[in-house]
């Protein structure tokens, strides 16, 4: 199939930066959404030109490196997938693709489709771990019973890939889906409870000054999110933030 | 206090959760006129002249409000600014709703009809009560409803405003149990509960202001 690709080229995190169209001839319907991005890549090097930057990592929709809007949606119009898993066979000969990095405040754009989402590195480290000691006398994890809807709980947010497609879907460009998911992962376990206060209180304060939106329930983050994370998420966070407030 | 955006976000839950309330209590009293205007007389006068109501009713209704759409307008500003640059193309209807979307451009609306509302009959009432200190006669409130709803003009405005805040709370209402972190096996079932109220109460205010106009065109 032929297809015209409308993508926004911008040089450097602080260039203007503008929509450029590219037209694709001889598309597979089995070529998955980056592989079709690497043929107009190849014919732009070929040509002397400067290939469209975009990130990705391991291809199968695990890393959640491969963040792009594609008409309108983070990942394009299929659910529960990453872009990698995207394939053109969800597009029609003749189509016309909007290609746009994710927008957010919190998430500036680098070059051309790349964003730096080191912001949701930083709400990790603000608090996302469990203080344990690993030198030498570390006590084996299933030593400590959990119960099962709890382990299976904890283990469906742990799941998250940090993709930032929640951010990318939301109206306030809001991270509650990955942070609420991040604290969920340790809020459901005997393990995590000890620091539980002081994690949903950091990540919370470090997700603000970060410059994310707060959270109107629209729901667009679970609908996008390729893991399926579950809103619920947010209620815990919630839940967890006001334990937290009257504890302190 | 209130720096952190979930605490924001809970008092505007509350806040909503409080004018949720008032509006059922408001809407008992006025589908009266509807049914007989001696009973909407009688729960008028209590309403207008019980110290408790007065005093200490009123002025945290008032807060309330208040606090609600100020709130409103902080959290707004503040979220418009994590995507200073917004898309090109944005495909948002494909995973939520208008109504979820844009609770601030259905609370503008509704603040500007508060404003009518508040000039149509709460001005006037201060002033006949506090200012012009007349005798509070129990059967002016039917007349004066009445009257009102003459204007087919004002009946109109009535109606797109409670449409408008039939959006507010049908994304509003259950999204407040969320925001205060109540998500389980009830929540569906209350789900339910909030779509009928966000619909059925609007609606019956437009039903009691249609129904005041026509019924007075037909005498
Ligand atoms: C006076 C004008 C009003 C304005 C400007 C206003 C504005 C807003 C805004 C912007 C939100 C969303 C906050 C967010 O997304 O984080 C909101 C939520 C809400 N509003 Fe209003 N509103 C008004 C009146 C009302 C009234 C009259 C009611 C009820 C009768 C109401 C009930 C609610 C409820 C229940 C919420 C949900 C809170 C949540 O999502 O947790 N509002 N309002
Ligand atoms: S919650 Fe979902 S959409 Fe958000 S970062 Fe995690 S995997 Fe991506
Ligand atoms: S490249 Fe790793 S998830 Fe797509």
């Known amino acids: 199939m032929k297809l015209t690709l409308k993508i926004w080229r911008q040089k450097n995190a602080s260039a203007k930066g503008a929509f450029k169209n590219y037209n694709v001839e001889d598309v597979d319907g089995d070529m998955s959404f980056l592989e079709m991005l690497d043929v107009l890549n190849a014919d732009l090097i070929d040509k002397g030109e400067e290939p469209v930057e975009f990130d990705h990592d391991c291809r199968e929709g695990i890393c959640g490196s491969c963040n792009l809007q594609i008409n309108g949606r983070p990942h394009g119009p299929k659910r529960h997938i990453t872009t990698c898993q995207l394939h053109m066979r969800s597009f029609n000969d003749g189509d016309t693709i909007v290609i746009e990095p994710f927008r957010a405040t919190a998430f500036p754009v680098i070059k051309d489709l790349v964003v730096d989402r080191s912001a949701f590195d930083r709400i990790q480290q603000a608090g996302g771990y469990i203080s344990v000691n690993t030198s030498g006398n570390t006590i084996d994890a299933n030593s400590i019973p959990v119960e099962k809807e709890n382990a299976d709980e904890a283990f469906n947010s742990a799941t998250c890939i940090g993709c930032g497609a929640c951010v990318a879907a939301c109206v306030n460009a809001s991270a509650m889906l990955f942070t609420s998911a991040k604290v969920s992962q340790f809020a459901l376990l005997p393990q995590g409870e000890v620091e539980a206060s002081r994690r949903v209180m950091n990540m919370v304060e470090q997700m603000d000054k970060e410059g994310f939106g707060g959270c109107s329930n629209t729901g667009a983050c679970y609908i996008e999110c390729p893991k399926d994370i579950s809103l619920e998420n947010i209620a815990r966070i919630n839940r967890e933030y006001l334990k937290a407030s009257v504890e302190s | ?219």
Do not use: C
């Open chain 2, 1 to 219: 206090m209130l720096s952190a955006s979930i605490a924001k976000k809970v008092a505007m839950a509350l806040s909503g959760l409080f004018l949720v309330f008032f509006l059922a209590q408001h809407f008992t009293i006025n589908i009266t006129s509807v049914i007989d205007p001696d009973t909407f007389n009688e729960w008028s006068h209590f309403m207008g002249t019980n110290p408790l109501v007065q005093f200490v009713l009123q002025p945290i209704l008032i807060f309330g409000v208040v606090f609600h759409f100020i709130m409103g307008i902080i959290i707004e500003l503040k979220n418009n600014k994590a995507r200073q640059k917004g898309y090109a193309k944005y495909a948002g209807n494909k995973n939520s709703s208008w109504a979820s979307r844009n609770m601030i451009i259905s609370g503008a609306v509704v603040l500007a009809f508060l404003g009518l509302h508040f000039y149509d009959f709460w001005v006037p009432e201060m002033i006949y009560k506090y200012v012009e200190v007349n005798e509070a006669l129990e059967s002016r409130y039917y007349p004066e409803l009445v009257h009102k709803f003459e204007d087919p003009i004002r009946v109109l405005i009535y109606v797109v405003s409670f449409v408008l805040l039939m959006f507010h709370l049908w994304h509003g209402f259950s999204s407040s149990f969320q925001t205060m972190g109540w998500n389980n096996k009830f929540s569906k079932g209350l789900q339910g509960f909030t779509k009928v109220y966000a619909i059925a109460i609007p609606a019956g205010f437009i039903f009691i202001a249609l129904y005041l106009h026509f019924n007075q065109l037909s005498h």
